[in-house]
T-cell receptor, first 113, second 109 residues
Framework: DGGITQSPKYLFRKEGQNVTLSCEQN?????MYWYRQDPGQGLRLIYY???????QKGDIAEGYSVSREKKESFPLTVTSAQKNPTAFYLC????????????FGDGTRLSIL | GEDVEQSLFLSVREGDSSVINCTYT??????LYWYKQEPGAGLQLLTY?????DMKQDQRLTVLLNKKDKHLSLRIADTQTGDSAIYFC?????????FGAGTTVTVRA
């Protein structure tokens, strides 16, 4: 079945360490998104990509980086510059363009050791 | 970014109707969405409404849109225990969505 796969489901980071969260989709969607979810704050957009080899910063991009080398993959790196990385991270994709509904993965929960 | 506001909690008795309210600020939003999130999972699209519509019904779900007041509501008829979840309202903004903080719905027997 088509869908979005995020891995791992749980991830632990040591102080000063970079970690990479995986997001893969087989829906043939052009656009992909990364959100951060904190309790009581809803979803905040980190980065998004409308097409391969192109991506834009969202509202809270500082301390994060992404790449979009393949259409189906949009990994997110949480760098050591992100001082408060503990959160639930959600990846989404949409076919393209305005008004297309976003499909979500099941999320990765990142915690600090 | 645009602000989308929702009340944080709703408690409802099983079998009653639930009404979740949302206000948004971007009058140019083309689509408005309702998503459902169960514990530890991603968001599942429940329904959406085009901005030139006033109402949309889909089985137990009814969406009402008051564009003048920028108010969106989701009514769930005959609420069941499986409806317990967080419900997010979202508005479209070019290629992005702006989400509210989510309303946690608790269904009691």
């Amino acid at each position: 079945d088509g869908g979005i796969t995020q891995s791992p489901k749980y991830l632990f980071r040591k102080e000063g360490q970079n970690v990479t969260l995986s997001c893969e989709q087989n829906l043939n969607h052009d656009a992909m998104y990364w959100y951060r979810q904190d309790p009581g704050q809803g979803l905040r957009l980190i980065y998004y990509s409308q097409i391969v080899n192109d991506f834009q910063k969202g509202d809270i991009a500082e301390g994060y980086s992404v790449s979009r080398e393949k259409k189906e993959s949009f990994p997110l790196t949480v760098t050591s510059a992100q001082k408060n990385p503990t959160a639930f991270y959600l990846c989404a994709s949409t076919p393209s363009g305005l008004g297309q509904t976003q499909h979500f993965g099941d999320g990765t929960r990142l915690s600090i050791l | 970014g645009e602000d989308v506001e929702q009340s944080l909690f709703l408690s409802v008795r099983e079998g009653d109707s639930s009404v979740i309210n949302c206000t948004y600020t971007d009058s140019s939003s083309t689509y408005l969405y309702w998503y459902k999130q169960e514990p530890g999972a991603g968001l599942q699209l429940l329904t959406y409404i085009f901005s030139n519509m006033d109402m949309k019904q889909d089985q137990r779900l009814t969406v009402l849109l008051n564009k003048k007041d920028k108010h969106l509501s989701l009514r769930i008829a005959d609420t069941q225990t499986g409806d317990s979840a967080i419900y997010f309202c979202a508005e479209s903004d070019d290629y992005k969505l702006s989400f509210g903080a989510g309303t946690t719905v608790t269904v009691r027997a």
